[in-house]
Protein backbone atom coordinates (compact mmCIF):
# COMPACT_ATOMS: atom_id res chain seq x y z
CA UNK A 1 0.00 0.00 0.00
CA UNK A 2 1.37 3.62 -0.42
CA UNK A 3 0.21 7.20 0.69
CA UNK A 4 0.24 10.13 -1.17
CA UNK A 5 0.18 13.53 -0.16
CA UNK A 6 -0.06 16.48 -2.65
CA UNK A 7 1.00 19.79 -2.35
CA UNK A 8 1.54 23.13 -4.56
CA UNK A 9 -1.26 24.30 -4.86
CA UNK A 10 -3.07 27.80 -4.45
CA UNK A 11 -3.95 31.45 -5.85
CA UNK A 12 -2.83 32.38 -9.37
CA UNK A 13 -3.74 34.52 -11.94
CA UNK A 14 -4.30 33.38 -15.69
CA UNK A 15 -1.40 32.63 -17.13
CA UNK A 16 0.51 31.93 -14.44
CA UNK A 17 2.20 28.84 -13.18
CA UNK A 18 2.13 26.24 -10.24
CA UNK A 19 4.20 23.02 -9.68
CA UNK A 20 2.24 19.99 -8.16
CA UNK A 21 3.72 17.26 -6.21
CA UNK A 22 2.53 14.34 -4.88
CA UNK A 23 4.81 12.49 -2.40
CA UNK A 24 4.32 8.57 -1.58
CA UNK A 25 5.29 6.94 1.79
CA UNK A 26 6.88 3.54 1.30
CA UNK A 27 10.35 1.93 -0.53
CA UNK A 28 8.09 0.44 -3.56
CA UNK A 29 6.98 3.79 -5.56
CA UNK A 30 8.95 2.34 -8.80
CA UNK A 31 6.49 -0.06 -8.85
CA UNK A 32 3.38 2.34 -9.42
CA UNK A 33 2.13 4.39 -12.44
CA UNK A 34 1.15 8.04 -11.17
CA UNK A 35 -1.65 9.90 -12.44
CA UNK A 36 -3.35 13.38 -11.64
CA UNK A 37 -6.72 14.04 -11.84
CA UNK A 38 -9.03 17.09 -11.31
CA UNK A 39 -12.63 17.80 -9.77
CA UNK A 40 -14.13 21.41 -10.67
CA UNK A 41 -17.13 21.94 -8.23
CA UNK A 42 -19.97 20.60 -9.74
CA UNK A 43 -18.09 19.12 -12.43
CA UNK A 44 -17.49 14.68 -13.16
CA UNK A 45 -13.60 14.11 -12.15
CA UNK A 46 -11.64 14.61 -14.87
CA UNK A 47 -8.20 12.49 -15.71
CA UNK A 48 -5.49 14.61 -16.24
CA UNK A 49 -1.93 13.57 -16.84
CA UNK A 50 0.02 10.12 -16.08
CA UNK A 51 3.10 8.27 -16.05
CA UNK A 52 4.15 4.78 -16.32
CA UNK A 53 6.49 3.56 -13.90
CA UNK A 54 9.52 3.94 -16.04
CA UNK A 55 8.49 7.48 -17.22
CA UNK A 56 9.20 6.40 -20.67
CA UNK A 57 5.02 6.63 -21.00
CA UNK A 58 3.17 9.85 -20.49
CA UNK A 59 -0.60 10.86 -20.85
CA UNK A 60 -1.96 14.55 -20.93
CA UNK A 61 -5.73 15.46 -21.63
CA UNK A 62 -6.23 17.16 -24.81
CA UNK A 63 -7.71 20.33 -22.26
CA UNK A 64 -3.41 20.43 -20.79
CA UNK A 65 -1.64 19.55 -23.84
CA UNK A 66 0.81 21.77 -24.38
CA UNK A 67 0.28 23.52 -20.88
CA UNK A 68 0.85 20.31 -18.41
CA UNK A 69 4.07 18.01 -17.88
CA UNK A 70 3.67 15.26 -15.53
CA UNK A 71 7.22 13.74 -14.14
CA UNK A 72 8.68 11.76 -11.39
CA UNK A 73 11.43 11.58 -9.24
CA UNK A 74 11.56 8.18 -8.02
CA UNK A 75 14.88 8.84 -5.76
CA UNK A 76 12.21 11.03 -4.20
CA UNK A 77 9.51 8.93 -4.49
CA UNK A 78 7.49 11.93 -5.99
CA UNK A 79 5.69 12.93 -9.00
CA UNK A 80 4.95 16.35 -10.08
CA UNK A 81 2.33 18.26 -12.85
CA UNK A 82 4.26 21.76 -13.80
CA UNK A 83 1.43 23.46 -14.87
CA UNK A 84 1.94 26.82 -17.41
CA UNK A 85 -0.04 29.47 -19.03
CA UNK A 86 -3.42 28.52 -16.06
CA UNK A 87 -6.58 29.44 -17.23
CA UNK A 88 -9.48 30.29 -14.59
CA UNK A 89 -11.10 27.08 -15.97
CA UNK A 90 -8.30 24.70 -14.50
CA UNK A 91 -9.64 25.72 -11.50
CA UNK A 92 -10.41 22.48 -9.27
CA UNK A 93 -9.21 20.65 -6.23
CA UNK A 94 -6.23 18.41 -7.77
CA UNK A 95 -5.48 14.83 -6.83
CA UNK A 96 -2.88 12.55 -7.17
CA UNK A 97 -2.77 8.48 -7.37
CA UNK A 98 -1.10 5.39 -8.16
CA UNK A 99 -1.90 2.25 -9.94
CA UNK A 100 0.55 -0.48 -8.94
CA UNK A 101 1.79 -2.16 -12.45
CA UNK A 102 3.77 -5.10 -13.62
CA UNK A 103 5.33 -3.23 -16.87
CA UNK A 104 7.02 -0.55 -16.09
CA UNK A 105 6.21 1.52 -19.43
CA UNK A 106 2.66 1.04 -19.33
CA UNK A 107 0.30 3.87 -18.58
CA UNK A 108 -3.17 2.81 -17.01
CA UNK A 109 -6.59 4.32 -18.20
CA UNK A 110 -8.39 6.30 -15.48
CA UNK A 111 -10.21 3.44 -14.06
CA UNK A 112 -7.06 1.76 -12.79
CA UNK A 113 -6.02 3.68 -9.76
CA UNK A 114 -6.21 2.50 -6.65
CA UNK A 115 -4.84 4.83 -4.14
CA UNK A 116 -5.13 8.52 -3.82
CA UNK A 117 -4.65 11.35 -1.79
CA UNK A 118 -6.19 14.20 -0.31
CA UNK A 119 -6.23 16.52 -3.03
CA UNK A 120 -4.41 20.33 -3.34
CA UNK A 121 -6.37 23.46 -4.39
CA UNK A 122 -6.16 25.24 -7.57
CA UNK A 123 -7.70 28.52 -8.04
CA UNK A 124 -6.79 30.58 -10.96
CA UNK A 125 -8.26 34.20 -11.35
CA UNK A 126 -9.28 35.81 -14.17
Known amino acids: QVQLVESGGGLVQAGGSLRLSCAAS????????MGWFRQAPGKEREWVAA????????FHADSVKGRFTISRDDAQNTVYLQMNSLRPEDTAVYYC???????????????????WGQGTQVTVSS
Open 26 to 33: GRTFSRYA
Open 51 to 58: ISRNGAGT
Open 97 to 115: AASPQYYSDYVPPSGEYEY
